[in-house]
């Protein structure tokens, strides 16, 4: 069997080339390129990554599963694990889960096989059982017992600070409005950092939640203004932008104004322009440091480091809108 | 070398049992899965399609390229192309290029070397020059003179719609915004379904283009503006909805009212909720016909098929909103 070498002389440029041409690195130029493909062909020499898994059983896919690409936070989260996986040479295989535990169960055994370097996840549903402790998954914004590490937003400050900028814009009744799931997930959080901001302002308040997930937007915000003190809070802490959002449109049917009769702040901070109203008073997730933090996290784990099982949570702020 | 009836001989299960692990079929029970893991790692088998791409030199890859995901015309397209791959077995590797050739280019040398099966693209980089012919490529929204299939929305239709519909709506002094793009796109075609319309109605028109990529809004809205004819226009088709919304946002500033002023129609359909205004009546992309389309010809392409060399463009519909 032939070898970098007989490639190089056949080629007649150096073994460096050869393999920087392997490596698909740019720096080679389109001719010298051609001819160092043309001799690994001729000599049948087999270059690529897929003999090299084939002995050493590495593979440079990084899968991430997500519920929804279409979503944009998930999208833009995407993007900047893309970029950061990138700048290591690593490529991202897409998963839309949907939910669905099978379709996320196959790249786990994807990754029990070698076929993918690791795991980045962000699923609801609880495949925990499914998992194989030590293998290298980094979980977004869910917990698992077992040895995965998990990056997230400071999701229970972001709660204290919605509640704050409430307070601050007036509000002396406020409410939560949430959904229920059935997986302890780090967004829960959001709701116990509004009831202890409120709590230590000496405030009452609403905690308003329906199981996840909410079919019916009608149903669901039908049933929370059915409740005459429901319709009489001043503020409102949705535990997403689109949620909060949903609350407004829905408001208007009561001859709800926001913000002159309620303020309203939501959490997640999807609007990347000015050019759509209203714009949210939101707690803006920092997606761009969960990103680079979940991947440089993994690739650590896939370089053999020890895993340590805190859970990182960065820091979230406060964008004011026109909802406050 | 132990092959696959050693292994369901020591699992104590049939031959077609190991081979639906081996494919990661659902079907199998967890208890039975374990066996043949085990008996496959006892007797050192290589079941996994590392060793099959080996000999056959085969990948269930598909690389998607597009400038970007955080794009919601493209996560949207990304979301039904994932879709039907995972439908057929197939996976997807995403990259955004950022208009980035070296990064594009990285992908057809993975394809030339058969480390994905396929690609597939939104490209408006000049790269055809790099292209090998008769390798899997289907492109999106944009030509390749060599053989490389293209699908598209029909870009023409949707010009002269967008133009008959502000026609209705009673505008007489109709202007096209865009941009211009170096390499030819489908969605230049948009300009000339808009000019043909207008013309056939006996109006008279203005078209206002800056080259592309516009880094920066005030300038082109300030030039656009500047001019008196171009203030006095009742009617505008943009390019894209986010053009249409930046118009509206920058026609404020000179007290022009959208729709009472000025009747403005977009392209694309981003637009997923009516929860934020204004909400822009839009040529409606058929995002999920063009992204299901695209798969199945990739794959076709894969199977051997013969190439044709047709574009195939999507009828698309205008869908009213606020702006008209």
């Keep these: 069997m032939s070898n970098l070498k007989d490639v190089a002389e056949l080629a007649g440029v150096g073994v460096g080339t050869v393999s920087r041409v392997i490596n698909n690195q740019p720096s080679v130029k389109p001719k010298t390129r051609e001819k160092v493909l043309a001799a690994i062909k001729q000599l049948n020499y087999v270059p690529n990554e897929i003999a ?44 839309n889960s949907g939910g669905k535990p099978a379709k996320e169960l196959y790249y786990f055994d994807m990754l029990s096989q070698n076929k993918v370097a690791g795991v980045l996840g962000i699923t609801y549903n609880d495949i925990e059982s499914s998992l194989d402790t030590e293998i290298p998954i980094v979980s977004i914004d869910r917990h698992f017992s077992k040895s995965v590490p998990c990056v997230t937003s400071d999701n229970y400050t972001g709660g204290r600070i919605a509640m704050r ?33 409120a709590e230590s302002l000496g405030l ?25 003190e429901r319709r009489e809070v001043d503020g409102v802490f949705a535990i997403t932008d689109l949620f909060a959002a949903k609350y407004i449109d829905q408001a208007q049917k009561y001859g709800i104004r926001v913000p002159q009769d309620v303020k309203v702040v939501g959490f997640d ?20 440091e969960m990103a680079r933090t979940s991947v440089r996290l993994l690739l650590n784990q896939i370089a053999g480091a020890a895993v340590s099982l805190e859970t990182i949570r960065i820091p979230v702020q406060f964008r004011p809108g026109e909802t406050t």
């Design 204 to 228: 009452d308040y609403i905690v308003y939640e329906e199981p996840d997930p909410v079919m019916d937007d009608l149903k669901y915000f039908g049933n929370f203004f059915k409740v005459r």
């Design 165 to 197: 900028e409430l307070y601050k814009a007036g509000v002396r009744k406020p409410a939560f409005l949430g959904v229920v799931t059935s997986v302890f997930s780090e967004t829960m959080l959001r709701k116990k950092g509004f009831i202890d901001e």
């Design 269 to 288: 901070g999807i609007q990347d322009s000015t050019l759509f109203h209203p714009i949210l008073s939101t707690i803006r997730q920092p997606v761009e």
């Design 52 to 95: 090299r898994n084939f002995k050493m059983q590495k593979s440079n896919l990084v899968a991430l599963l997500l519920p929804s690409i279409w979503n944009p936070f998930f999208s833009e989260l995407a993007y900047y694990i893309e970029d950061e996986l990138d700048r290591e040479g690593y490529k991202l295989i897409l998963c």
